[in-house]
């Protein structure tokens, strides 16, 4: 079985500061992917990124780097100058390729509410 | 950019009463989601559908859940008889064909559903 967990509740910020998202997740599959989704007021669900288990190259686009450690289990999310469009709630989401059968399910974290303020 | 519907946007139903929520995955999308949040709480799976039939469900999904793609463009989530603890947002999902579960799952703007 899969588990995704964001031990941050909530995070509060002031405007321009750096934030980090945790995410640590567990998986007897060798084959996995990690997902980061952004949930606004409006209560959509934004894809932003998506990583391999075998690719630990960290990313950075714009504000947002990733970072993944596959030796912690963890995939971590970092949003440099925050804003106050920023403020939403995070999700980590975890999915295998078990054996090929899999169809991709996801396996979401609790989430954590940030709230940029002005 | 293509996007995932879902209709309506709202739903109230008294409990006991039977529900459908509709979704239109994106046009080369081939496998589609059902999740479901309750206030407050995270996102959790309740069914994936392949090729015209189930392909994995949660312990949620029971006996009063059905799942349909009547017409190869819709995407149905029936609800039998509703219970006060099916009210929850309900998110579909569809995600293209080809390399496993690395796609990632598209998803639409949610129902919420509200049982009386």
């Known amino acids: 079985a899969q588990k995704v967990t964001q031990a941050q509740t909530e995070i509060s910020v002031v405007e321009k500061e750096d934030v980090t998202l945790d995410c640590v997740y567990e998986?007897?599959?060798?084959?996995?992917?990690l997902f980061w989704y952004k949930q606004p007021p409006s209560g959509e669900l934004v894809f932003l990124i998506r990583?391999?288990?075998?690719?630990?190259q960290n990313e950075i686009s714009g504000r947002y780097s990733w970072n993944f450690q596959k030796s912690t289990s963890s995939f971590n999310f970092t949003i440099t100058a925050s804003q106050v469009v920023d403020s939403a709630v995070y999700f980590c989401?975890?999915?295998?390729?078990?054996?090929?059968?899999?169809?991709?399910?996801?396996?979401f974290g609790q989430g954590t509410i940030l709230t940029v303020h002005p | 950019e293509p996007e995932v519907t879902q209709t309506p946007s709202h739903q109230v139903t008294q409990m006991g009463q039977e529900v459908i929520l509709r979704c239109v995955p994106i046009?080369?999308?081939?496998?589609f989601y059902w999740y479901r949040q309750i206030l407050g709480q995270k996102v959790e799976f309740l069914v994936s559908?392949?090729?015209?039939?189930?392909?994995?469900k949660s312990e949620i999904f029971d006996d009063q859940f059905s799942v349909e793609r009547p017409d190869g463009s819709n995407f149905t989530l029936k609800i039998r008889s509703t219970k006060l603890e099916d009210s929850a947002m309900y998110f579909c999902?569809?995600?293209?064909?080809?390399?496993?579960?690395?796609?990632?799952?598209?998803f639409g703007d949610g129902t919420r559903l509200s049982i009386l």
């Open positions: 999902a569809s995600r293209r064909p080809g390399q496993g579960a690395r796609q990632p799952q598209h």
């Open positions: 046009s080369n999308h081939l496998y």
């Open positions: 998986t007897r599959d060798t084959t996995y992917y």
């Open positions: 989401a975890l999915s295998v390729l078990a054996g090929g059968t899999s169809y991709g399910k996801l396996t």
């Open positions: 990583r391999n288990s075998f690719d630990e």
């Open positions: 559908f392949y090729n015209n039939e189930i392909s994995e």
